[in-house]
Nanobody, 126 residues
């Protein structure tokens, strides 16, 4: 079992930056592909970013490409999402997730992920 806990969310203004963290416990995340998803009110959960187990490969949703950066520190059992140039449409609950299988170079699907965090709220005001 892997327990994931997100932190770092908050209320910011458009153009600001935030760094989300996802701390894992119970098992090393070094064997897992890690992803960030988000869900806005009234919308389905959507893929944001993915990173391979070794940190070599990353993949982003078009809506965040060039603004968000996913990274991981397996020694600290932690995954990060650096979010720059935030926009009001980035407002959502952000979830960290761990999975086993990933076709590198493609979005992760929620159904592929075996473990989820509880989410952290990000609100961007205009």
């Amino acid at each position: 079992q892997v327990q994931l806990v997100e932190s770092g969310g908050g209320l910011v203004q458009a153009g600001d930056s935030l760094r989300l963290s996802c701390a894992a416990s119970g098992r090393t995340i070094s064997i897992y592909v890690m992803g960030w998803f988000r869900q806005a009110p009234g919308k389905e959960r959507e893929f944001v970013a993915a990173i391979s187990w070794d940190g070599v490969t990353t993949y982003y949703a078009d809506s965040v490409k060039g603004r968000f950066t996913i990274s991981r520190d397996n020694a600290k059992n932690t995954v990060y999402l650096q979010m720059n140039s935030l926009k009001p449409e980035d407002t959502a609950v952000y979830y960290c997730a761990a999975g086993i299988k990933w076709n590198r170079g493609s979005p992760l699907l929620p159904g592929q992920m075996g473990y989820w965090g509880q989410g952290t709220q990000v609100t961007v005001s205009s």
